[in-house]
């Protein structure tokens, strides 16, 4: 490649080979503070060849560029990921007293019993722990309640805060397909968090903020005066919905526009991402277009209409990435000049890439750069094919089609669903929500200057809702509005990309790209029948394998079982007390769905406590199900755990599991091994009912124990004396109530698995316990620090994977 040619592709190869190396330093662990000579070295003798080669013209010198961005992707991904020593969250598990800086507006919610919860977002300034004060750094989430919204305190951007606490770090659900959202607070800096003893901080108000907090501070007035102004005028859900619309965010919607939103592929216009950048930017464009602007001040709206939106978002992380994004892409589509858009989009993911390598991993990001992507090279090409239609058709239509092209892989892997109802959605219901934020914006302007025109505006605003609502809901009752797509692997996305930029590339390369195909047809025909070939045979002789998947629903219990031939069965299912985190439709479908699973034979309860029965309610509701077994609560006992009334025919599903069934699929066998019947004398706790099974697959068993207490251990072992396991769910998630010496030694376990919560309230896995199995033997997991678990047996040999060692043990 001579120098000055081929720019474009030239930039392309530097930004996969920049990801790749944050790819590898992710995957293979690399310590910066170890690695770093060697880094460095790299990065000289990469440098000095690069210089040199440059100075001799020579067409190879570009090999050396790529091999350099790989060394600084690597580099710069361990160097952001290294923990310094300063940070808050290296005092996990200390109480401290800790001073910062207010970054973000305080956040409000309810908790369950009625009171309210405030959550700061600090910057750390200093820590005082065991008798010392010292500087800190990082960010963390502070917690304080407090009993009315009377006593809410002041509190501003730039405001000091101090608050007293235990230390602890964040967590979410840790499983394959679903968004770590641990990770995603580290990209934002936040790795700890404090709730505040007796819910009490110390707010000082800053004298002088800054010019960027004045800016937060102003922004945070503005969205304030458009949520209250519309409240007054409108349902509380309304209101929510229209501000999430104008400024993102899902708090206060209701779940059924939420749920039709999703269905109907029109969901992006709740969040901040580029695709709701994109839709705020081309609904400009289109504006400025019918008042035939020049290209100039068409691309000068494009941007303040985004950048006046990124301010009065927050500022958020999201905004800010998709913001940048959409003005590369709108300011080049607008003026006419792809190509350099083309470039621009490029080095702005380098950019943003080598500044903040952690966005790599990203949602928003990944979202944000390649919706944008799919509008600059696959957009135009999209339209010129549709030169029959009108151009408000082709110009809707080839936007959400490149947007959808070029996300997939992500989507897929994320949700498992592509709705084909959103070309329609797009095309009737965008618009309206188009006119809503208009009118939204527009309302809150004359809500400060005429506050009667400003709610009829608003109440106008309202009824656009309702009926946007009616006709989303419309849209995804259409057959195949929503359909299931399986997740996308990274070897999987590189060829779907391959074939996109085959099928869009300018026509002079794939003219070259199939006159090279054809002058090495042979060689390229024997390749790919070898890898037939290969993968057939892998398949005949692959023994058959059934996995156990611990999925990480908190602190609770959920598995699900896959037999050698796609039969599903779950033991457990999670899930909490109240009704404001639905396990099983926010956890433990889309873990199903992930994995293909869309029909199970069978889920065995082993009682009916919230934190193992109530996530089986959403997946009864979403995903066909043969058959429920239960303990002998009752069929109310269930109901209640999945807030379902007593006459729901889905309760139609259960019945009563007996001590001695068997239930044998495709050569798995589930044992009922103890059932014990209710005894209101003996069920102080409710946890004296557990069933337990077994689940044996030639060789390797499994033993599933719910919340077995020691009392019924011992009658256990009486009547199963031969309960030895190689793997073991520890009973009652590692209580002191269970896991007695005489069972831990009759069970035996390779592996005793607790289902914990992070920083759970009960201290489950108590240590004496964990000591306990540790003691015969058997190694530790736990889906609170290794996530999701799941083990891979052909009845002999025995895989574990888990979710944060991202790799296989054997």
């Known amino acids: 490649m001579k120098t000055g040619q081929r720019q474009l592709s030239f930039l392309i190869v530097l930004l996969l080979a920049l990801s790749f190396g944050i790819l590898c330093s992710a995957y293979f662990d690399v310590h910066f503070s170890i690695a770093f000579p060697y880094f460095l070295i790299l990065l000289l003798l990469g440098g000095v060849a690069s210089v040199i080669l440059i100075l001799k013209k020579s067409p190879t010198t570009w090999i050396v560029?790529?091999?350099?961005?790989?060394?600084?992707?690597?580099?710069?991904?361990?160097?952001?990921?290294?923990?310094?020593?300063?940070?808050?969250?290296?005092?996990?598990?200390?109480?401290?007293?800790?001073?910062?800086?207010?970054?973000?507006?305080?956040?409000?919610?309810?908790?369950?019993?009625?009171?309210?919860?405030?959550?700061?977002?600090?910057?750390?300034?200093?820590?005082?722990?065991?008798?010392?004060?010292?500087?800190?750094?990082?960010?963390?989430?502070?917690?304080?309640h407090i009993q009315s919204m009377d006593e809410l305190p002041s509190a501003h951007i730039g405001d000091q805060i101090t608050a007293?606490?235990?230390?602890?770090?964040?967590?979410?659900?840790?499983?394959?397909?679903?968004?770590?959202?641990?990770?995603?607070?580290?990209?934002?800096?936040?790795?700890?968090?404090?709730?505040?003893?007796?819910?009490?901080?110390?707010?000082?108000?800053?004298?002088?903020?800054?010019?960027?907090?004045?800016?937060?501070?102003?922004?945070?007035?503005?969205?304030?005066?458009?949520?209250?102004?519309?409240?007054?005028?409108?349902?509380?859900?309304?209101?929510?919905?229209?501000?999430?619309?104008?400024?993102?965010?899902?708090?206060?919607?209701r779940p059924e526009l939420l749920e039709a939103f999703t269905t109907t592929g029109i969901i992006h216009i709740l969040s901040v991402s580029g695709s709701h950048i994109s839709l705020i930017a081309a609904a400009t464009a289109w504006l400025v277009t019918i008042l035939r602007l020049s290209p100039w001040v068409r691309a000068f709206s494009v941007i303040t209409v985004i950048g006046a939106y990124?301010?009065?978002?927050?500022?958020?992380?999201?905004?800010?990435?998709?913001?940048?994004?959409?003005?590369?892409?709108?300011?080049?589509?607008?003026?006419?000049?792809?190509?350099?858009?083309?470039?621009?989009?490029?080095?702005?993911?380098?950019?943003?890439?080598?500044?903040?390598?952690?966005?790599?991993?990203?949602?928003?990001?990944?979202?944000?750069?390649?919706?944008?992507?799919?509008?600059?090279?696959?957009?135009?090409?999209?339209?010129?094919?549709?030169?029959?239609?009108?151009?408000?058709?082709?110009?809707?239509?080839?936007?959400?089609?490149?947007?959808?092209?070029?996300?997939?892989?992500?989507?897929?892997?994320?949700?498992?669903?592509?709705?084909?109802?959103?070309?329609?959605?797009?095309?009737?219901?965008?618009?309206?929500?188009?006119?809503?934020?208009?009118?939204?914006?527009?309302?809150?302007?004359?809500?400060?200057?005429?506050?009667?025109?400003?709610?009829?505006?608003?109440?106008?605003?309202?009824?656009?809702?309702?009926?946007?609502?009616?006709?989303?809901?419309?849209?995804?009752?259409?057959?195949?509005?929503k359909i299931w797509v399986p997740s996308v692997g990274i070897g999987t996305g590189l060829c779907y990309y391959a074939f996109l930029f085959f099928i869009f590339s300018p026509k002079e390369m794939r003219e070259s790209l199939i006159s090279s195909i054809r002058i090495r047809k042979k060689t390229i025909g024997v390749c790919v029948s070898a890898?037939?070939?290969?993968?057939?045979?892998?398949?005949?002789?692959?023994?058959?394998?059934?996995?156990?998947?611990?999925?990480?629903?908190?602190?609770?219990?959920?598995?699900?079982?896959?037999?050698?031939?796609?039969?599903?069965?779950?033991?457990?299912?999670?899930?909490?007390?109240?009704?404001?985190?639905?396990?099983?439709?926010?956890?433990?479908?889309?873990?199903?769905?992930?994995?293909?699973?869309?029909?199970?034979?069978?889920i065995f309860l082993s009682h009916a406590h919230a934190d193992h029965a109530a996530?089986?309610?959403?997946?009864?509701?979403?995903?066909?199900?043969?058959?429920?077994?239960?303990?002998?609560?009752?069929?109310?006992?269930?109901?209640?755990?999945?807030?379902?009334?007593?006459?729901?025919?889905?309760?139609?599903?259960?019945?009563?599991?007996?001590?001695?069934?068997?239930?044998s699929v495709d050569g798995v066998t589930v044992d009922t091994v103890y059932a014990p019947s209710y005894d209101k004398a003996d069920s102080a706790t409710g946890n004296e009912v557990s069933n337990v099974y077994l689940v044996r697959y030639g060789d390797v068993s499994f033993l599933f124990t719910g919340d077995l207490v020691k009392e019924h251990e011992e009658k256990l072992l009486k009547l199963r004396p031969n309960i030895q396991s190689v793997v073991v769910e520890v009973p009652h998630h590692g209580s002191e109530t269970s896991s007695s010496e005489a069972f831990v030694k009759a069970t035996h376990p390779i592996y005793a698995v607790y289902s914990v919560g992070a920083d759970n309230s009960f201290g489950h896995p108590k240590s004496s316990v964990v000591d306990r199995y540790e003691h015969i033997g058997a190694k530790?997991?736990?889906?609170?620090?290794?996530?999701?678990?799941?083990?891979?047996?052909?009845?002999?040999?025995?895989t574990l994977e888990t979710y944060a060692a991202g790799r296989i043990l054997h």
């Open 310 to 481: 990124v301010v009065l978002a927050g500022l958020v992380p999201p905004a800010v990435r998709s913001g940048i994004m959409g003005s590369v892409a709108f300011v080049g589509l607008v003026i006419g000049r792809d190509r350099d858009a083309q470039r621009i989009l490029i080095i702005t993911g380098l950019m943003m890439l080598l500044v903040s390598p952690l966005l790599f991993f990203h949602i928003s990001f990944q979202l944000s750069f390649l919706s944008t992507a799919g509008l600059l090279f696959i957009a135009p090409i999209l339209f010129r094919w549709m030169k029959g239609c009108s151009v408000f058709v082709a110009a809707s239509l080839s936007i959400t089609i490149s947007a959808q092209l070029a996300t997939f892989p992500v989507l897929a892997w994320y949700f498992n669903q592509i709705s084909l109802s959103s070309l329609l959605s797009n095309l009737i219901v965008v618009p309206l929500v188009d006119i809503i934020i208009v009118f939204g914006l527009l309302g809150g302007i004359a809500a400060w200057l005429i506050p009667i025109l400003g709610k009829l505006v608003f109440a106008f605003d309202s009824l656009l809702l309702g009926i946007t609502f009616e006709l989303t809901r419309w849209i995804a009752l259409l057959p195949a509005s």
């Open 65 to 144: 560029f790529v091999g350099l961005f790989f060394i600084l992707g690597m580099f710069r991904f361990s160097a952001a990921y290294e923990i310094p020593a300063s940070d808050i969250s290296n005092n996990v598990g200390n109480d401290v007293k800790v001073t910062g800086i207010i970054t973000d507006p305080p956040r409000i919610t309810s908790d369950t019993d009625g009171s309210q919860r405030i959550r700061y977002t600090a910057e750390v300034k200093t820590i005082y722990a065991h008798g010392k004060e010292h500087v800190g750094s990082g960010r963390l989430f502070i917690y304080a």
């Open 615 to 663: 996530g089986a309610g959403a997946i009864l509701s979403r995903i066909p199900v043969k058959h429920v077994f239960m303990a002998d609560e009752g069929i109310a006992s269930y109901a209640r755990s999945m807030r379902m009334s007593d006459g729901n025919p889905l309760l139609l599903k259960f019945s009563k599991s007996e001590m001695g069934q068997t239930i």
């Open 164 to 253: 007293e606490g235990k230390i602890r770090r964040p967590h979410g659900y840790r499983n394959p397909g679903q968004i770590d959202t641990v990770f995603l607070l580290r990209s934002q800096g936040i790795t700890a968090t404090l709730h505040a003893s007796q819910g009490v901080v110390s707010l000082t108000p800053t004298e002088k903020p800054s010019i960027f907090q004045k800016i937060m501070r102003f922004a945070d007035t503005v969205r304030t005066h458009y949520i209250e102004n519309m409240s007054k005028v409108m349902p509380h859900n309304d209101a929510a919905a229209i501000f999430a619309m104008l400024f993102g965010g899902y708090e206060g919607i």
């Open 780 to 798: 530790t997991l736990r889906t609170d620090k290794d996530g999701a678990i799941v083990f891979r047996t052909d009845g002999k040999k025995l």
């Open 531 to 602: 890898l037939c070939i290969f993968f057939i045979f892998r398949y005949v002789v692959q023994p058959a394998e059934m996995s156990v998947h611990f999925i990480d629903v908190g602190q609770g219990d959920s598995v699900l079982l896959i037999t050698p031939h796609g039969h599903a069965m779950m033991f457990d299912t999670g899930g909490t007390g109240d009704d404001k985190f639905d396990i099983g439709a926010r956890v433990d479908v889309p873990y199903l769905l992930h994995y293909g699973v869309h029909e199970i034979d069978y």
